[in-house]
């Protein structure tokens, strides 16, 4: 029961362009979404993280945008930069239960 | 300085076996957490402790056995390990057991059984 889903396994974009990276859940009650970043033989880093009563966050070149009726997230990265490249997870929870259910991972690659 | 620190790093040992991992965190927080990142890459919590105290205990086989001795510190302990134990385990912090805290992650210790 996959309730947070990353469809893309991958991405590659040029440097200076935009990056995309999607993320779909399934379970309504999840009031709460983050993405992380990690780099190789490293453990995930906190990037920018969103509440359901927002639709946009943005935090430098990072932005998030959740379209809650889709049940969908975004992380744009603008203008993207060759140490952007990484695996994004995205993750999501409820206020009630106290932990965050991650995606399977996006593994995005800036090409210089 | 490492926010959050695994030993080891690496670990290669016989199905049969039992092996520890060790997690600190000298980031002052009060809960900490063991997740499994499987050969699927999904990376699932297994158990959290707050104070030293087990919050989150997720259908996890009792093989496994979390151990906090201080605030600090939170151990995992794998008896009679299994080939399906294979995985990357993350040891995470975050401040308060409470919804939209954010967590740090130790580097992930690479856990092979042979």
């Known amino acids: 029961d996959q309730q947070v889903k990353q469809n893309s396994p991958s991405l590659s974009v040029q440097e200076g362009r935009i990056s995309i990276l999607n993320c779909d859940y399934t379970n309504s009650m999840f009031d709460y979404f983050l993405w992380y970043k990690k780099y190789p033989a490293e453990g995930p880093t906190f990037l920018i993280s969103?509440?359901?009563?927002?639709d946009k966050n943005e935090d430098g070149r990072f932005t998030v945008f959740l379209n809650k009726s889709a049940k969908h997230l975004s992380l744009h990265i603008v203008p993207s930069q060759p140490g952007d490249s990484a695996v994004y997870f995205c993750a999501a929870s409820d206020t009630g239960t106290y932990k965050y259910i991650f995606g399977t991972g996006t593994r995005l690659k800036v090409l210089a | 300085d490492t926010a959050v620190s695994q030993t080891p790093k690496y670990l290669v040992t016989q199905m049969g076996n039992d092996k520890s991992i060790k997690c600190e965190q000298n980031?002052?927080?009060?809960?900490m957490y063991w997740y499994k990142q499987d050969s699927k890459k999904f990376l699932k919590i297994m158990f959290s402790?707050?104070?030293?105290?087990?919050?989150i205990n997720e259908t996890v086989p009792n093989r496994f056995s979390p151990k906090s001795p201080d605030k600090a510190h939170l151990n995992l302990h794998i008896n009679s390990l299994e080939l399906g134990d294979s995985a990357v385990y993350f040891c995470?912090?975050?401040?308060?057991?409470?919804?939209?805290?954010?967590?740090?992650f130790g580097p992930g210790t690479r856990l092979l059984v042979l």
């Open positions: 969103i509440s359901s009563i927002k």
């Open positions: 980031l002052g927080h009060d809960t």
């Open positions: 402790y707050n104070n030293k105290e087990l919050i």
């Open positions: 995470a912090s975050s401040q308060e057991q409470r919804a939209r805290e954010t967590q740090y």
